[in-house]
């Protein structure tokens, strides 16, 4: 899952404000006691992805930690900060979060742009939380999104889309399943590789998601002993209603 869409990631996403993500992260960590005692808080950013908010998360002086399942998006992200930063001092691991390992207990974690939405098994949704969990100092907050079954149902909905530009073209086919409620969708891009003799690379990929209901995920939280402190709609902390397509979680271990 993203293997192939690594290089491309970033320019297909341009349209995320991670400035504004790291704003709103960075506020409701400043607000924990465990952060406002720690010189150099420890936060995790899982499905890290390229590395787009851990960059702007580092700007706050947090030690970041990026974990993703592709190895190729660590790559990106790794040759991102280094380009930004000229230095390497992310620690970038490739494993998958529902079974995060790491070598000790954290401050933060944060796990943005619908990472917890590519999980689709329940039953590794409640280790997921239970992992985060584990490796959470007492006090150590978690901040996810997820899109709603809204989003999925009557934003995206079963349909085929399209983005190009004069070196790249993405096809892709998005078929939502109801009553799973998981959302597929089949990616198709094109790479411009000589403009004269008009040859292009094709690379194909697969991306998956569920909708979690509010029940799975209170049900998920509270087995892990995790405490939900608020839920908001946007980064603006505005209320949750029925027409979101987007949510904000902010959870604490106590």
Same mark, same amino acid.
């Given at each position: 899952? &993203? ?5 491309? +990631? ?6 995320? %404000? ?98 917890? %939405? ?34 999925? #149902? ?21 078929? +939502? ?7 597929? &969708?089949?990616?198709?891009? &094109? ?8 040859? +292009?690379? #094709? ?35 505005? %209320?949750?209603? %029925? ?12």
């Amino acid at each position: 899952m &993203y293997d192939s869409l690594a290089e491309f +990631y970033n320019r297909f996403t341009k349209d995320i %404000n991670y400035k504004q993500l790291a704003e709103f992260v960075h506020e409701q960590f400043s607000g924990s006691g465990l952060f406002k005692g720690t010189d150099s808080p420890c936060v995790v950013d899982l499905a890290c992805g390229t590395g787009s908010l851990a960059l702007e998360l580092l700007k706050y002086g947090y030690d970041m930690i990026g974990v993703d399942l592709s190895y190729e998006m660590l790559e990106a992200a790794r040759d991102a900060e280094y380009e930004v930063t000229g230095g390497s001092s992310i620690i970038w691991i490739c494993q998958d979060m529902s079974e995060l390992e790491l070598h000790g207990p954290v401050s933060g974690m944060v796990c943005i742009t619908d990472g917890v %939405n590519h999980i689709t098994d329940k039953k590794k949704l409640d280790r997921f939380f239970k992992r985060v969990c584990k490796y959470l100092d007492v006090g150590g907050m978690f901040i996810f999104d997820i899109l709603t079954e809204r989003y999925f #149902r009557d934003v995206v909905g079963s349909n085929v889309y399209c983005e190009s530009d004069d070196f790249e073209s993405c096809i892709w086919e998005s078929k +939502y399943d109801v009553e799973s409620r998981i959302m597929e &969708y089949d990616i198709t891009l &094109y790479k411009l590789l000589d403009p004269e003799e008009d040859i +292009y690379q #094709r690379l194909d990929d697969v991306v998956v998601e569920r909708a979690w209901t509010e029940e799975e995920l209170y049900d998920s939280i509270t087995k892990s002993k995790l405490k939900l402190k608020n839920v908001y709609s946007s980064v603006e902390k505005t %209320n949750i209603t %029925n027409e979101d397509t987007r949510r904000y979680y902010i959870l604490e271990k106590v």
